[in-house]
Nanobody, 120 residues
């Protein structure tokens, strides 16, 4: 069983930066993709960024140019560097892991979430 633990959330002012980290532990994982999702109050959970073992990255349009996802395959960690934060980035952020398919990713593992609050 894979266990994902997020850290780095907090409350910041608009324009600030924040770095989220996620560590995976447990048995050797079968996933080949990791990512970050977020869920704001009243909204559905949405994908923010994805990175594969091969290093390919994808971002939601709303965060392109501001957020950067990175991973260390040896340490089984994935980070999300968030710059130029906006109030609309306020959400609970979830680390995720899954397997690639031709049309996307089957997300099978989730962390408990870390809250990010951005005030204007």
């Amino acid at each position: 069983q894979v266990h994902l633990v997020e850290s780095g959330g907090g409350s910041v002012q608009a324009g600030a930066s924040l770095r989220l980290s996620c560590a995976a532990s447990g048995s050797t994982p079968s996933f080949n993709a990791m990512g970050w999702h977020r869920q704001a109050p009243g909204n559905q959970r949405e994908v923010v960024a994805v990175v594969t073992y091969g290093g390919r990255t994808e971002y939601a349009d709303s965060v392109k140019g501001r957020f950067t996802i990175s991973r260390d395959n040896n340490k089984n960690t994935v980070d999300l560097q968030m710059n130029s934060l906006k109030p609309e980035d306020t959400a609970v952020y979830y680390c995720s892991a899954g397997r690639l398919r031709q049309q996307g990713v089957d997300w099978g593992y989730w962390g408990q979430g870390t809250k990010v609050t951005v005030s204007s």
